[in-house]
């Protein structure tokens, strides 16, 4: 799950108004971000993405999306129970939908999404809900179905039949997409979920005749990240240790990504990139960083969005 959660959060964080659409069934205005920490004494916790959603009907909803693997300390529900709760507090009057994306073979087999606390009176003393998606169990059909490219980075997560026949429409699809760059960036997060070796070499083919992607990074860059997110989910410790350690490894990526691409010759400048990304401490800017490093045409781009970014966060 480590190894796929930075590229699940920016696929959708990136393309959130076709999957805000997909998930609320509903027709969206625009979408903002509202990643926030939330806070009940003594602890706060971080919950994965929250959206302030604006629907073509003109009511405003509150979005949360959390990604679960097959491993977790605390239940899902229980967890969802918290993080709801708290979402209640701070958003008294808006209506609040929630979604827990399932990742990997069998993660979330039996949660049906709908939890109860009763009381002994035979009554219930509490209620609450959400929507769950088996990545797992999903076909990748369904995701081309509905029409939208922006939802297809996941299909690397979703079982994949006869890709033969449908990895080329994938690729037709995402570029129906009107910027090059947006849709680069789309191929770049559909990669590194991919989990299935020859589906990633067909795929890698594929965007190759037109000289997309610098697929032989892509591939590096994937298997690194696996490596690093196998040995990571092994480890066990609190909440905010767990996400120190994520921002560290945040930054590390970014630079070994510089590293590959650039190469650069200069220790001082090495040490200078190190500080600047010592100054951001923000989720949400590190994965964009994160992207920048691996679609940037040069170093000088990168220091430039990088000292921008070491300013404001």
Known sequence: MAATDSPLKRLITTFIDDF???????????????????????????????????????????????????????????RELDSLSRLTLKFRDLELYSVVFYVGDGAGRHDTGRHQINNPTGGITLSWQYKVIRLWKMKAQQLVDMKKPALLGLIGQTEITEPETLLPKVVKMVKTLPKAETQKQLFTEMMLLIEDEEILEMLERLIERDDFLNTPLMRRLRTQGREEGLKEGL?????????????????????????????????PLVQHLDQQLALVTNWAVLDTLLTIAVQCQSITDFQTALESASKTH
């Open 20 to 78: 805000a659409s997909w998930l609320l069934e509903s027709e969206v205005d625009f979408v903002t971000p509202y990643n926030i920490e939330l806070y009940a004494q003594p602890d706060p916790i971080r919950a994965d993405q929250v959206f302030m959603v604006k629907l073509a009907d003109g009511r405003t909803v509150v979005l949360h999306i959390e990604f679960q693997g097959r491993r977790t300390d605390i239940p899902m529900h229980l």
């Open 235 to 267: 480890e066990k410790g609190l909440e905010k240790g767990l996400e120190k350690g994520g921002v560290n490894k945040s930054r590390h990526d970014i630079l070994t990504i510089v590293a590959l691409r650039f190469k650069p010759q200069s220790p």
